[in-house]
């Protein structure tokens, strides 16, 4: 390569990447459209646990959107911190069972997701199924954002210390909700991953093995606008918090690392020495929730308010 192309490499990669924080930009006008603003909020006592009230909660927005979830909240404080807790698709709102007894004076909300994602998803739902399940899943960080808004805006919440939590499948969405809304000041991502073909490729069975890498990259290759590495240099200068398995098969690490790599500081990675995460496995899921939780800036000290979008 002559020194003159060696000159343009460097401009060529800053263009690449300018071109795609503009597709991303457009791509959080369409979440906002879809997500609209919050026009209802109905919530409802489902009982109590230990010291904190439980309720159901529906939101409703300007567009019709309408979204579902569980939330927690301690009896007796106010003006404390607000986390959004999303986990797999199997748990829904349930996420939010999987708490520790005691998390603090903290309020807590997990979502419902919309009702067109399926609860497993291959390679043959995303090829056959694919137009539908991409439809359904840009609800998602619509519902995240839209959560925070009516978050931000509780009596019993400090708007300066909202946070999102994710685990596994609801990461990209997660990251996107945050990247777009300026609301969530801190951002948790457990066991997440970018490069989506090398994450389904490492959870495949087929033979021969070669075939793998080539089905999967096919069956995400519609799924693109999701990557998370697309959109989380964006959170900065927010703190991102990842905490993922070293042992974890099906997470490989060099796609935890790709995600990792494309944040912004500040950033941190805690690798535990733990394996797959099951959606059954409560225990696991209880103490990665609660490292999180325990590490999350916003519940250590008050922080400044969030600007304005």
Partial sequence: MTPSRWLRTPAIIVAVAACGRADAARQYDDY????????????????????YALQRVRLRSSTGLEVSGRLLRPLSATRVPAILLNDGRELNSRAIEYLPEDFG???????????AIPYTVGVK???????????????????????GEWLSAREDVDAARVG???????????????????????VGLIYGAGDFATVMAANLDLRPRWLRRPAAWLATRAF?????ERHVALIAPRPILMINGIDDPQMPRGAVESLYKAARDPKTLIWLRTGHLLP???????????????????LASPAPAPPSR
């Fill in 164 to 186: 999102l939590v994710a685990t596994s499948f609801a990461v990209p969405f997660a990251t996107i909700a945050a990247a777009m809304d300026a609301r969530f000041r801190d």
């Fill in 32 to 51: 906002a459209l879809l997500r609209g603003r919050l026009v209802a909020a109905e919530t409802t006592a489902a009982g109590a646990r230990g010291r």
């Fill in 280 to 298: 059954t496995d409560s225990v696991l899921i209880r103490a990665l929730v609660d490292t999180a939780l325990a590490r999350l800036p916003i």
């Fill in 125 to 147: 739902d995303l090829v056959m199924n694919g137009g539908e399940i991409r439809k359904a899943a840009r609800l998602i960080p619509a519902s995240f954002s839209l959560a």
């Fill in 105 to 115: 004076d903290v309020v807590v909300l997990s979502l419902d997701y919309p009702d």
């Fill in 224 to 228: 693109r606008e999701f990557e998370p």
